[in-house]
């Protein structure tokens, strides 16, 4: 066969090869056909179409595109979230998401070993989704301007940050008028926020944003009914801010307190005080009280507490079974350790990510809140029993 013969032949081949039909099955021409438009830049918010929108773009059965999807989904390319619907893997077409956490941590010697419960659960969850999690940029302290705060949310598009997740501050109005300013201008914005473990502060404050917080209301129940069990029989609650979790809490004792057929005291820790004589006054109170169980809002609480009461020759818990909330590190430091209503900052940090990629796919969607479980940690200070 001459050169010219055999070029015309293999023009002929290739023309037939083109011709024949690919005879695979259709989902995976379908799903072939989505990964390549993913690949090419589609979909880059996390946005994915629903196996309806599959079916009708493709003009196929709700069956074969779910099939497809499910190949996508073996491939890693996406994933199905709960509620929610699909979403691109952030891996899968090159561009990594990118979000921010901002801890409005009240301030004193605590402020970063609190700080890092709730970082350690986020870094986790981001990771386990291919996501960047910025945890430095988006904070702002209580000196900081309306104008400050709102460019922190102009620069938050500028840099494409997808979603805020925010742990508001509780110190004061005026702390809580700088969350105000700070989601505002991130929903002028158009970007996302999950607020986390508690709502902006005030109490009975109707919530506006998506929430994800431990299951504070059960919380309090738990811890009240061990007393209870501990052989407690005047139990007292210390609450603290104005905030939706340290109501939940304080719920949680005022149910189990009804339950048990008995008499509720509920304390406020004085915020305007320092902490030492804050603490002397709240002792002042239980001693007046004669209780012999206190649950207090968090555990730097109980520690000072529990500091005072042993300063004025009184045993914990042989006088004064005390206990709080967080599983704060402070409260497994000393010899005697705190009980606590451990934070779930890991089931947190998941269920905030899936909330704010249900925003983004359903910005309109009514405000949620998510509760996690957290776990009763018994410890030296409220145990009558050695542990």
């Known amino acids: 066969m001459n050169q010219r013969s055999y070029s015309k032949q293999k023009a002929s081949n290739q023309t037939r090869h083109r011709m024949t039909p690919d005879t695979r099955p259709k989902y995976l021409l379908i799903a072939e056909t989505i990964e390549s438009r993913i690949k090419r830049g589609e979909w880059v918010s996390g946005r994915f179409p629903s196996v309806r929108d599959v079916a009708e773009e493709h003009a196929v059965s709700i069956v074969t595109a779910s099939r497809a999807l499910q190949v996508l989904r073996d491939k890693g390319i996406i994933r199905t979230v709960e ?8 891996s899968a077409n090159g561009v990594t998401t990118q979000f921010a956490l901002c801890q409005r941590i009240s301030p004193g010697p605590w402020h970063n070993a609190t700080a890092a419960i709730m970082l350690g659960g986020f870094a986790a969850a981001a990771e386990h989704v291919g996501s960047t999690l910025d945890t430095e940029h988006y904070c702002f302290g209580p000196d900081a301007s309306p104008r400050e705060v709102e460019r922190l949310a102009k620069q938050a598009r500028v840099q494409k940050i997808a979603g805020v997740f925010m742990l508001p501050s509780r110190v004061s109005e005026a702390t809580a008028s700088q969350d105000e300013t700070f989601v505002a201008a991130c929903r002028k914005e158009s970007i996302p926020v999950v607020l986390l473990e508690r ?24 811890m009240t009914d061990h007393l209870v069990k501990q052989g407690c029989h005047r139990i007292a609650f210390v609450t603290g801010s104005p905030t939706s979790s340290h109501d939940a809490r304080l719920a949680g004792y005022l149910l189990g307190m009804h339950q048990a057929g008995m008499p509720s005291y509920v304390l406020t820790q004085n915020s305007e005080l320092p902490a030492r004589q804050a603490y002397h006054q709240l002792v002042e109170q239980i001693l007046r009280l004669r209780a ?15 500091m005072e009461l042993m300063s004025r020759g009184l045993t914990v818990p042989g006088d004064v079974a005390v206990a709080g909330f967080d599983d704060l590190p402070i409260g497994d430091a000393f010899a005697i350790g705190v009980t606590t209503y451990k934070l779930p900052a890991e089931g947190i940090a998941r269920e905030a990510f899936k909330l704010i990629e249900r925003r983004i796919e359903l910005p309109h969607a009514p405000v949620i809140q998510v509760t996690t479980p957290g776990r009763l940690i018994v410890r030296e200070s409220t145990s009558r029993i050695k542990l």
């Open 199 to 222: 709502n902006l502060r005030g109490h009975s404050r109707l919530l506006q944003h998506d929430l994800v917080s431990g299951d504070d209301l059960a919380g309090g129940l738990a």
């Open 292 to 306: 012999d169980g206190v649950i207090c809002y968090q555990d730097y609480t109980a520690i000072g507490v529990i």
């Open 83 to 90: 509620r929610s619907g699909c979403f691109v893997e952030a």
